[in-house]
């Protein structure tokens, strides 16, 4: 469904991401981590058009759309969430998600829109109440915000940027859940950007591993869990954490 | 109000200023009442685009266009002012287009798209005042007295006729400033006002819906200009064109209430009355105070009254109890909007 080859982004001499390369296939949900810095937002602004490329292809469904408007790649079935809540504060809740299903499926109709904005946000489990307002929301429902507004462009790959980042433990749990849910039910494909690896390994089907902009590894998650490199570039200072997800993912694996 | 009782109040408010100029025929009283509504129109027109953060100072450059264009039109070719006022507007348009594309496209914003629209007003000032074989340069400039038809030359000397036709092209601007409040575009246009990235990651094109808003926006006050120009049967380059007048438009639009469809008017009244008590309370040895007045009014309405006379007005008729934090209401308003 996606397929990344030798994607390059430079910002003057430095180089964010060197020559990556990545496929996602229909229906997955891939994890990507790395320590911060490491290139994973920046691969995320590069894949929903946020960021030009400086060289390398995105091929999306068959249509190459490296470099394309994001309002382009949004309207072709990629939908994106922010790492940090983006909401618009003079909108509702409801309009923040309708005006995503206004735009970001064709601008088709009212109706349509307003329905998309109802189907997504009880998706996430927040209110379809027309009036209440944004500021109302915490982080984990500005979170949620965040994702219903991402559903309501209907898209076909979902990019969920460290969505978990700022909520407890039984939150965490929940969106894990929830991210689960989509796929499950909406048959969405999903790529997820998160430093907390305990939850993330729970949830993904594969996991990729950044490094100073390079994939340093890549497969199903307990083998990453397991590689040395990750071990010391990624998460070095802290092996028993890794130690334990990576106990964790092979009973899962197991079980 | 419910939506019945707002629309019979509308009825009843039309109703009376239709019946108007029939029941109460000082001619003075109505020349003002003209230059309200016309005036009411052209700052309706800006706050189209005002009331998203999109700051322009160029709207003199517009409405210059359209006054001149039809007035050149008409002396030059004998175009009637039916075609003139249309081809006025297409101009204006055009040139919002030009100027706007690559603002847009490059994500000029903030106090950089002000600056960008401030040159256009004093661009077009100066090519009609340097242009002054065809234009009068800054002694003004004249329609041609209309020999035949008056209707064809849209030439009218009764009051009565032109505060008719100025309460429609009034009417006009705010059924246009409604629909566009009802419409997604203004969910679209709010997005982008606070966040262009997160926008354009919701599917909007934000080049797009902010060149639509400004073309609109650029037409209106096109057609404002070419209404004055008809009515007043004299202009010059500061009464309809450059930065005084634009800075007006600003001045009144926030003074009313940016963010409600009857604020620009309430500004225009104010602004008006203002300018006619200083020029008949002191005549010539005022000069120019008004815009000394304006500016010091602008500066104290940004910082306590934000949301302008009849925006906060309303808001404390609706809800008495709710407090909008101050930063949110100033944010509204800010003129700098640093691109993101």
Request: with cysteine.
């Amino acid at each position: 469904m996606l397929e990344v080859s030798g994607l390059v982004k430079r910002f003057g001499g430095f180089t964010a991401v060197n020559n990556v390369s990545f496929r996602v296939d229909q229906g997955e949900i891939l994890g990507l981590i790395g320590p911060n810095g490491s290139g994973k937002s920046t691969i995320f602004n590069m894949l929903s058009g946020t960021l030009a490329p400086t060289s390398g292809s995105i091929q999306f469904a068959g249509h190459e759309i490296a470099g394309l408007a994001p309002h382009r790649i949004i309207n072709g079935g990629i939908g994106r969430t922010f790492q940090i809540p983006r909401p618009f504060r003079r909108l509702t809740i409801f309009e923040n998600v309708a005006l995503a299903g206004f735009y970001g499926q064709g601008r088709h109709s009212r109706a349509r829109a307003e329905e998309a904005a109802e189907r997504s946000l009880a998706m996430v489990g927040l209110p379809t109440d027309r009036h209440a307002g944004v500021d109302g929301l915490g982080a984990a429902g500005l979170k949620k915000l965040e994702l219903a507004k991402a559903l309501a462009t209907a898209p076909k790959l979902l990019l969920a940027d460290e969505s978990l980042g700022g909520l407890d433990e039984a939150e965490m749990d929940q969106a894990a859940d929830m991210l689960r849910n989509i796929r499950d039910e909406l048959g969405i494909t999903i790529i997820w950007v998160e430093h907390i690896m305990g939850v993330l390994m729970r949830v993904v089907d594969r996991v990729m591993v950044l490094d100073h902009g390079e994939k340093i590894s890549e497969g199903l998650p307990s083998a990453v869990a397991g590689d040395p490199r990750v071990i010391e570039v990624y998460l070095g200072t802290d092996a028993e954490t890794t130690q334990a997800a990576a106990a964790e993912a092979r009973r899962r694996a197991g079980g | 109000m419910t939506g019945q009782g707002r629309l019979a109040a509308w009825g009843i408010g039309l109703a009376a200023l239709v019946a108007l100029p029939f029941l109460y025929r000082d001619p003075y009283h109505l020349h003002i009442l003209v230059l309200i509504l016309i005036w009411s129109f052209a700052y309706t027109s800006w706050s189209m685009m005002g009331r998203f953060g999109l700051v322009s100072l160029g709207h003199g450059g517009f409405m210059g266009i359209g006054a001149y264009v039809t007035a050149l039109l008409w002396n030059h070719l004998g175009l009637t002012p039916w075609i003139g006022i249309p081809i006025g507007m297409v101009a204006a348009g055009a040139l919002a287009l030009i100027v706007g594309y690559p603002c847009f496209r490059f994500r000029i914003t903030g106090h950089y798209f002000v600056l960008v629209t401030l040159a256009l007003s004093g661009i077009v000032l100066q090519v009609i005042t340097a242009t002054r074989d065809y234009t009068g340069g800054s002694l003004g400039y004249t329609p041609d007295r209309a020999s035949g038809n008056r209707l064809l030359a849209l030439q009218f000397d009764d009051k009565t006729t032109w505060y008719l036709i100025a309460l429609a092209v009034w009417l006009f601007g705010i059924v246009v400033w409604h629909w566009v409040d009802r419409s997604m575009a203004r969910y679209a246009l709010e997005a982008i006002s606070e966040d262009e990235d997160a926008a354009a990651a919701a599917g909007v094109d934000v080049t797009a819906e902010k060149l639509k808003i400004t073309l609109l926006s650029a037409l209106m006050t096109a057609l404002a200009g070419a209404i004055y120009c008809q009515y007043q049967m004299f202009i010059t380059p500061d009464t309809v064109s450059g930065i005084a007048v634009s800075l007006q438009m600003v001045f009144a639009a926030i003074v009313g209430g940016l963010f409600v469809s009857l604020g620009p008017t309430v500004g225009a009244i104010i602004t008006i009355m203002l300018a006619e008590s200083l020029r008949i309370g002191f005549g010539t040895k005022a000069v120019g105070w008004d815009n000394l007045v304006y500016g010091l009014l602008l500066v104290l309405f940004i910082i306590f009254l934000p949301k302008g006379i009849l925006g906060s007005l309303l808001d404390r008729l609706k809800k008495p109890q709710r407090k909008v934090t101050r930063a949110h209401e100033q944010e509204a308003v800010e003129i700098a909007r640093p691109g993101a």
